[in-house]
Every structure is written in structure tokens, then in C-alpha cells.
């Protein structure tokens, strides 16, 4: 199974900016990052393909930046910060095939916290 193991959480304040990433164990054809504040459900924020085309959701778009470097690792760049922000965030992955959307991703990371202050 595919492993993947995310950093890069912490805390600061609104308007600040953070930087996450995640280390995959294999290569996988997609890339996501999505989160989950209490009592919320889970929110898929950005993902990037094998060719490398990003999407975002409404509420992070021109703020967040989902990238890839050479080794695989996936960054999420979070800026200008907002409170409602604050999240466990996590790293997903598909591992089978292309796919597309934000439902069939297969493998997870643990998560790393998110919070923002105001």
C-alpha cells in the first residue's frame, strides 16, 4: 500500500501563510489535499494530476497552490490565511489508475493540524 506522510502543519496567524507537504512512498497517478474541521465534513481543497493540471475549491482558490517537485512530494502553499482555515489536512492519493474528481482517491496520510488565528 501507498504511504503517505505529510508536514508542514503549525500554527499562525490570519493572513500569514504555511507551507505543507507530503512524502509519498511510490509514485501515484493523482494527488490530493483535502481537510476536516470538527463537525464539519470533509473538504477535498486542491489536487493535481499526472500531467500536472491543479483544481481547487471555491474557498481556498488564489490563495492555496498545489505543486509537485521532482521527487514526488506534494506541497500544498497556503496563503493570506483565514480562521476558517483551521483544519486537520490531509494528504490523499489515487493508486490505481488516472480517475478524476475528488471522490476515488484510495490511499491517505495521516494528517497534519492547521490553525489560524485571528
Not at 43 to 54: D, K, L, P, S, W
Not at 57 to 74: G, P
Not at 101 to 117: K, L, M, P
Request: glycine share 12%; net charge neutral.
Amino acid at each position: 500500500q501507498v504511504q503517505l506522510v505529510e508536514s508542514g502543519g503549525g500554527s499562525v496567524q490570519a493572513g500569514g501563510s504555511l507551507r505543507l507537504s507530503c512524502v509519498q512512498s511510490e509514485w501515484t497517478y493523482k494527488q490530493g489535499w483535502f481537510r476536516q474541521a470538527p463537525g464539519k465534513e470533509r473538504e477535498g481543497v486542491a489536487r493535481i494530476t499526472n500531467i500536472g493540471i491543479t483544481y481547487y475549491s471555491d474557498s481556498v482558490k488564489d490563495r492555496f497552490t498545489i505543486s509537485r517537485d521532482r521527487n514526488n512530494t506534494v506541497h500544498l502553499e497556503m496563503n493570506s490565511l483565514k480562521p476558517e482555515d483551521t483544519a486537520m489536512y490531509y494528504c490523499a492519493a489515487r493508486t490505481r489508475s488516472v480517475g478524476a474528481g475528488w471522490t476515488d482517491f484510495d490511499a491517505w496520510g495521516h494528517g497534519t493540524q492547521v490553525t489560524v488565528s485571528s
